[in-house]
């Protein structure tokens, strides 16, 4: 009972079996370390860690320290047990008292002590091995023979008899010796493999964690450079504000200005025909015919449309013309502003547009008709009038961008309509003009995102990757990172959505490819490279 329990208290309560190279938490708990090591791993990146026997939390991950002393009681436990395993195995002969054997003889299915081995035969046929009790496996079931070969034919071991007048006559046979050498060599050829491939393993996981380690890194670095590009947006975008709401503030003061100085223009003039209606009122209501005929300045009494014109037409000015905001202009304020802030990002990141992407006309097959702005491309049953260059393409509906990238990060957008069968995607300018290789994707030297009716996929060397979803819009972005050897697809939906990377090492300029059997492909992305 008592060995039972220490039992107990030397296993691991995540793999639940003894200790292995124990180490231990601050919290007191012990594990196994490649237990403790597994279980931190899962936990990376949730904001913390905790001990799952306890659930102490740690802020960073714990550093493991060995249990030395632990591990000496495991060890010593190991032992113990294995000496309380082992089967003692007694001397046949002495019957009176058991006496522990010191050698085995298969002939006479007998263990033996120092002293009757003194006595045993010394004739070869009396084959001697260390204490066993298993002799019966090392006789031939059938004769009753020690085993002494290796039948290399049927893969068994057998006995003198089996040799000569049994099943195995004339069959190719090994000595024990010989076939245990042979099986031996062959096993460590198999070692070497396995060892090898271990070692090949072990070098790809440390690949994968020195990547790990640099990507975790590179992402706490663009996580510092993101929170500072946000608060320099914000000081912008308050800066931005302020001149809009200024601008308004500037307007409407102008506005305000003008139209309180009609309006105290248009009071004082109501006052003035006020006054001058009493006194016709006043004239009217007179009985005595001399005192209204002799009264002075009627004239200027009738006089009512002194400067009504031009207080119309500044009235109208006012309401219509020239008194209302110019939402235009601060439409312009905010679109300069965003448009900075853009450029700005794109800077902070070094990526630069490729706005200026033209579609090289010489490299269009004959089908294809290219726009004036050579920013579109239209597929003809009418074969244009293209010169023959070495640079077109013959047997793919496909042209070039005139414009390469051999270094930067740059991007570019297509409108792809709701085409049902096109291709956008980049190549290098040695890529064949004819033939099966000259189709984007069916060789090393291009790579290309497909649409065929509604199936959409990656391709590249003659390897295609199927997108488990469709597009949900019609405008793909194309991201290129030369130096980091990556291609990007895009969906750019809300949000957009990210459709496969290809990662190589480049080794000549990447132009733009385009290819469709119907419709029109438009490249759309907009500015001025930055």
């Not at 020690?146 to 034919?153: A, F, P, S």
């Not at 308004?248 to 139209?259: A, G």
């Amino acid at each position: 009972m008592a060995s039972a329990d220490l039992r107990q208290e030397l296993d691991c309560s995540i793999c639940l079996t003894t200790y292995t190279d124990p180490v231990n938490l601050r919290c007191g708990h012990n594990f196994c370390r490649v237990c403790i090591d597994r279980v931190l791993d899962t936990q990376e990146g949730s904001g913390g860690y905790s001990c799952p026997e306890c659930r102490e939390e740690f802020r960073d991950r714990p550093v493991l320290h060995r249990s030395i002393t632990l591990l000496n009681i495991v060890e010593t436990f190991r032992s113990t047990q294995l000496e309380e395993g082992k089967t003692e195995i007694f001397c046949t002969y002495c019957y009176h008292s058991p006496v522990p054997a010191v050698i085995s003889c298969l002939m006479c299915e007998a263990s033996l002590c120092d002293n009757h081995l003194r006595v045993h035969s010394k004739s070869p046929e009396h084959v001697l091995t260390d204490p066993t009790t298993s002799m019966e496996n090392r006789k031939c079931s059938i004769h009753r023979e020690l085993l002494k070969y290796y039948c290399t034919e049927d893969s068994v071991c057998i006995c003198v008899s089996c040799r000569l007048d049994g099943e195995h006559r004339g069959h190719k046979v090994e000595t024990l010796d010989e076939a245990s050498e042979n099986k031996k060599q062959k096993l460590k050829n198999v070692l070497q493999k396995l060892i090898a491939h271990r070692e090949e393993i072990d070098q790809r996981v440390q690949n994968l964690k020195e990547h790990k380690g640099k990507v975790k890194e590179k992402s706490a670095g663009k996580r510092e450079r993101v929170t500072a590009l946000f608060i320099e947006l914000r000081r912008h975008l308050e800066d931005l504000k302020k001149r809009a709401l200024r601008n308004i503030s500037s307007q409407e003061e102008r506005i305000s200005h003008s139209l309180s100085d009609l309006i105290h223009q248009l009071e004082i003039k109501k006052e003035d025909l006020s006054r001058k209606m009493e006194d016709i009122e006043e004239l009217c209501n007179m009985t005595d015919p001399l005192t209204v005929l002799q009264e002075s300045d009627t004239g200027d009494l009738c006089d009512t449309e002194e400067g009504d014109n031009e207080d119309r037409e500044r009235h109208d000015r006012l309401l219509h013309d020239g008194g209302d905001l110019d939402v235009a202009g601060i439409s312009h304020i905010l679109h300069t502003g965003l448009s900075d802030m853009r450029k700005g990002v794109y800077v902070f990141f070094n990526i630069q547009e490729a706005s200026d992407i033209l579609l090289d006309v010489n490299t269009a097959h004959k089908n294809l008709q290219i726009s004036d702005d050579m920013k579109t491309v239209s597929w003809s049953d009418i074969w244009q009038d293209h010169p023959e260059t070495p640079e077109r393409f013959q047997d793919t509906l496909k042209v070039l961008s005139s414009r390469g990238f051999s270094s930067g990060r740059h991007y570019w957008e297509v409108d792809v309509c709701k085409l049902e069968c096109w291709m956008v995607g980049m190549c290098y300018p040695s890529i064949e003009r004819r033939g099966d290789q000259s189709g984007v994707g069916k060789n090393k030297k291009s790579w290309g995102l497909y649409r065929t009716k509604n199936q959409y996929s990656m391709k590249h060397d003659h390897k295609e990757i199927q997108l488990a979803d469709n597009l949900s819009s019609n405008r793909v972005r194309i991201y290129v990172d030369y130096e980091a050897g990556q291609l990007s697809f895009y969906d750019l939906c809300n949000p957009i959505r990210h459709l496969h990377t290809f990662t190589t090492t480049f080794t000549e300029p990447l132009h733009a490819a385009l290819a469709l059997a119907s419709g029109s492909i438009t490249i759309s992305g907009g500015g001025q490279e930055i």
